[in-house]
């Protein structure tokens, strides 16, 4: 079957990328709402009984305190991944199809585990996974029918990482022999290494470009590859064991495509992930 171009071309939208001015608001929040806490801590509720705990200490804002510096925690999280598809198969499918760079944002879900290594150093392991899937059809072409040739272009992403965190301030403090008070803000900053799954999707209707004909297609692209991440955030102390997580962070990242795509470079897997999420802390 051969297409034919429609008869009114349609104006390509511009494209409107918006994911740098994300990132500088959510840095500046995160860190002017951290700066405005800064020194501000927890103490106990009631520690009369403890040894060790001054008059000054009995004089501020009440909270929960724990018996003991927690040594390890587990959270989940969930935000918003904003690829930045700079490569030539991005190129295409968006200059060929109905489609836009920023239509491959995804949610974002994931877990998070640390280990305690110093007082404000953590071992941290993250996992990650995100998909979009998105329907288009060619921007300039229709079939003999003229109706749309239509298709569907998928990405997920699934990332293990394991990176160092450093808290900017100490975690809390410690009140005499048992008692210790986490403190309200903590922003800290991280970076680490892992490997990162990546699959890129293809089906439906596609039109040769030598011959003009229109076929039907299910294409492929998927493996493992190497990545790296920096990032920041801020804890923010909810109730006994539990944070709120402000999480942001840009992660590295390239794969060669199979054969389905020859001809094509390394596809872009660099990115922002920003998430928020619930950490137990224990």
């Not at 969930?78 to 598809?85: S, V």
């Not at 922003?187 to 011959?211: A, C, I, M, R, W």
């Not at 794969?255 to 920003?274: A, K, P, Q, T």
Request: net charge negative; charged share 25%; proline share 3%.
């Amino acid at each position: 079957m051969i297409f034919r171009a429609k008869r009114s071309l349609s104006i390509r939208k511009m494209t409107i990328h918006c994911s740098q001015k994300i990132t500088v608001f959510v840095f500046m929040f995160i860190f002017l709402q951290s700066g405005s806490f800064m020194g501000s801590e927890a103490v106990a509720d009631s520690t009369s009984g403890l040894p060790g705990i001054t008059d000054s200490d009995m004089g501020e804002k009440k909270a929960d305190f724990l018996l003991g510096k927690p040594k390890r925690f587990f959270g989940l999280h969930t935000g918003i991944f904003f690829p930045q598809a700079d490569s030539d198969i991005f190129d295409m499918v968006t200059g060929e199809l109905t489609l836009e760079k920023s239509d491959f944002r995804a949610w974002d879900f994931g877990l998070d585990l640390g280990f305690d290594l110093h007082e404000k150093v953590d071992l941290v392991f993250h996992y990650d996974y995100s998909e979009q899937s998105k329907d288009s059809e060619f921007r300039d072409f229709v079939d003999e029918q003229d109706l749309p040739i239509t298709q569907n272009t998928s990405l997920s992403l699934k990332s293990i990482t394991a990176g160092i965190k450093y808290s900017l301030k100490p975690p809390g403090r410690q009140l005499g022999e048992y008692a210790w008070l986490p403190s309200r803000i903590v922003p800290f900053v991280e970076g680490g290494v892992g490997f990162l799954y990546n699959s890129f999707k293809q089906s439906g209707d596609f039109v040769d470009s030598e011959t003009l004909e229109i076929f039907r297609a299910y294409l492929k692209s998927s493996g493992w590859t190497e990545t790296l991440y920096l990032g920041g955030g801020t804890d923010i102390y909810l109730l006994k064991n539990m944070y709120l997580t402000l999480d942001l962070r840009y992660s590295w990242a390239s794969d060669g495509l199979d054969e389905d795509f020859l001809g094509f470079d390394d596809i872009d897997l660099d990115g922002l992930r920003v998430t928020a999420g619930i950490c137990w802390h224990f």
